[in-house]
Nanobody, 115 residues
Framework: QVQLVESGGGLVQAGGSLRLSCIVS????????MGWYRQAPGKQRELVAD???????NYVDSVKGRFTISRDSTKNTVYLQMNSLKPEDTAVYYC?????????WGQGTQVTVSS
């Protein structure tokens, strides 16, 4: 059974930091691309960052230099370190993985950045 469980969201002031965690079961994160997405109110869900099976990372332009995606294969956990947070980073953040063509999502964790 596939399960993705996010944690680490919260309320932070602009300029602060948060680290999101996604504990994954049912997907081997070493051999599958894993990603973090976010969805702000009234907006479409967007890819924030992903990490491939080769460890290659990819970021949306708006978070480059501020966010870092990483993984710990021993814990089958994916992280998103978010620094220098801005109010426009406010959104629900979702962890994503896939087995073949089937995508799986976590329940999401709310990140709110106050100005």
């Amino acid at each position: 059974q596939v399960q993705l469980v996010e944690s680490g969201g919260g309320l932070v002031q602009a300029g602060g930091s948060l680290r999101l965690s996604c504990i994954v079961s049912g997907i081997n994160i070493r051999i599958n691309t894993m990603g973090w997405y976010r969805q702000a109110p009234g907006k479409q869900r967007e890819l924030v960052a992903d990490i491939s099976r080769y460890g290659i990372t990819n970021y949306v332009d708006s978070v480059k230099g501020r966010f870092t995606i990483s993984r710990d294969s021993t814990k089958n956990t994916v992280y998103l370190q978010m620094n220098s947070l801005k109010p426009e980073d406010t959104a629900v953040y979702y962890c994503n993985g896939a087995i073949g063509p089937l995508p799986y999502w976590g329940q999401g964790t709310q990140v709110t950045v106050s100005s």
